[in-house]
């Protein structure tokens, strides 16, 4: 089915002029807000189906992180909108000048399957926030969450408002992108999807947000607190089975403590997960077999220091720590997305900060260490999207904060107002007042250039 004509028709919705009051931004937030907690319940049972998240998991990585968008956007909608004075220059004075924040018109917004409603729905908040037309493409490989974001947005929007698209990625994407020119997509998955789509971006020159994976990676230096380390770590690398884009993907501890760090992450996965993870309320599944495949086949490539059970039945791979890895195997290449942690020692910063570099401009970068040196020299040393100290992945969940990659781990950001800003043009305007309008800068300029440094320098 063409999804064309449908495209027109948000286009010239847009064009109406009706998505961009503050009165009616702000009723859809509402709507949507409300929405989303009158289908709590389904949302719980679509992403246990999914990827078997606990509602607590639900809450803390995907409803709740929405709904605090949302209220930040509701809180705040008012002054982003409001245009910003800035000052004018002598030249142009007594002009006076300001930003003002303009509505795209048509966007589309690209999601991922390992927090699917998150990653639709966040980058949604801020498109309706700035007034646009919106279009979702959801991923197509989490169905039960799927089913219920579709409800959500047919329940309570127009499709010439937002248009819920759902289907296989690799038809339905390039038959919008190569057909219509959107004023903005912002993508969220893999960074081999995202090279295709930024090329039909360009195609037409269209603005684009990318946001990526890659290979984060997490330096636990000598003087780190251990223990602390170690539960960090393991939380979020465990947390979705490893289906986290901002997951520390390795960790570079310093020789010094790699044991004490090693036995320090088998404590915590036991304590989070008990020793048997497969039947843990807080462990989830692999999506998919062929992710289940994917991840697997890492196994070989390193030995297991912990873990390394799996069941191909339930898609389960248990939390796994590997150590005696080749820096040339492809788990050190390729971005893991699963429950398998590598551990490699490291004895000066030089040879750390070399394997870093091979797999440049990370998504996330963390450092474990006391000294507040060491903190500074890592953070000023690993080009990152962005960073934690003495923490791992929880950067993403301050709303305060711009969120996105550099690199090949993306490009652009969003989250709170960033997301309003993405979506968000800024039109300089200038106002010049006629009742003043000196000869002086009308040709003939002859003679004037004295002047003229005086005025621009
Ligand atoms: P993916 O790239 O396979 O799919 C993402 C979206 O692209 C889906 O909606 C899919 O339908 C669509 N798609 C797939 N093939 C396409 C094609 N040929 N042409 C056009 N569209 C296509 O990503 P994924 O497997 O769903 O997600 C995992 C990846 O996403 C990981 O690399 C992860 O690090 C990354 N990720 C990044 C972030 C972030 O915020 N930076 C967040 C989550 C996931």
């Known amino acids: 089915m063409t999804h064309i004509a449908s495209l027109a028709k948000?286009?010239?919705?847009?064009?109406?002029?009706?998505?961009?009051?503050?009165?009616?931004?702000?009723?859809?937030l509402k709507k949507l807000k409300q929405s989303i907690l009158s289908h709590e319940q389904d949302l719980y049972a679509a992403l246990y189906a999914d990827l078997k998240k606990s509602p607590e998991e639900v809450w803390a990585t995907e409803t709740g992180m929405v709904i605090a968008e949302l209220s930040e956007a509701l809180k705040n909608l008012r002054n982003w909108m409001k245009p910003e004075s800035v000052t004018t220059n002598l030249l142009n004075l007594p002009s006076s000048s300001k930003i003002m924040k303009e509505a795209l018109?048509?966007?589309?917004?690209?999601?991922?399957?390992?927090?699917?409603?998150?990653?639709?729905?966040?980058?949604?908040?801020?498109?309706?926030?700035?007034?646009?037309?919106?279009?979702?493409?959801?991923?197509?490989?989490?169905?039960?969450?799927?089913?219920?974001?579709?409800?959500?947005?047919?329940?309570?929007?127009?499709?010439?408002?937002?248009?819920?698209?759902?289907?296989?990625?690799?038809?339905?994407?390039?038959?919008?992108?190569?057909?219509?020119s959107f004023d903005?997509?912002?993508?969220?998955?893999?960074?081999?999807?995202?090279?295709?789509?930024?090329?039909?971006?360009?195609?037409?020159?269209?603005?684009?947000?990318?946001?990526?994976?890659?290979?984060?990676?997490?330096?636990?230096?000598?003087?780190?607190?251990?223990?602390?380390a170690a539960r960090r770590i393991a939380m979020t690398k465990f947390s979705n089975a490893g289906q986290m884009c901002v997951a520390p993907d390795y960790v570079l501890v310093h020789a010094s403590v790699k044991d004490k760090l090693v036995e320090a992450l088998k404590a915590s996965i036991v304590k989070f997960f008990s020793d048997k993870p497969e039947e843990s309320y807080s462990f989830g599944k692999i999506i998919n077999e062929k992710q289940f495949n994917r991840i697997t086949g890492y196994l070989t490539q390193g030995t297991i220091a912990h873990g390394g059970r799996t069941d191909k039945e339930k898609l389960f791979i248990e939390p796994t720590i590997l150590t005696d890895i080749s820096l040339d195997s492809p788990i050190m290449k390729e971005e893991i997305f699963g429950p398998l942690l590598p551990v490699i020692p490291f004895t000066s910063k030089e040879e750390a900060l070399a394997i870093i570099q091979r797999n440049p401009n990370p998504l996330s970068f963390y450092i474990y260490t006391s000294s507040r040196k060491k903190e500074k020299e890592w953070l000023d040393a690993v080009p990152a999207g962005g960073s934690c100290v003495n923490n791992s992945s929880w950067h993403l969940t301050n709303h305060h904060l711009p969120f996105g990659g550099r690199g090949f781990s993306g490009t652009g950001c969003y989250h709170g107002k960033y997301t309003f800003e993405t979506f968000s043009h800024k039109k300089a305007v200038m106002k010049t007042p006629t009742w003043f309008d000196p000869s002086i800068k009308y040709p003939p300029f002859k003679g004037k250039l004295k002047l003229f440094k005086w005025v621009i320098k």
């Open 10 to 28: 948000m286009r010239q919705y847009f064009a109406s002029g009706a998505t961009r009051s503050y009165e009616f931004r702000k009723e859809q």
């Open 105 to 180: 018109g048509v966007v589309l917004i690209i999601g991922p399957w390992n927090y699917p409603f998150q990653l639709l729905f966040n980058p949604l908040v801020g498109a309706i926030a700035a007034g646009n037309c919106v279009v979702l493409k959801p991923s197509e490989f989490a169905p039960a969450t799927d089913a219920v974001m579709r409800k959500i947005i047919e329940e309570n929007f127009a499709p010439e408002y937002v248009l819920y698209v759902p289907g296989d990625g690799a038809s339905v994407i390039p038959e919008m992108m190569n057909n219509f």
């Open 184 to 228: 903005h997509v912002f993508y969220t998955g893999s960074t081999t999807v995202g090279r295709i789509i930024y090329k039909m971006a360009a195609e037409r020159l269209m603005p684009v947000t990318l946001e990526l994976g890659g290979k984060s990676p997490c330096v636990v230096e000598e003087d780190a607190d251990i223990n602390v």
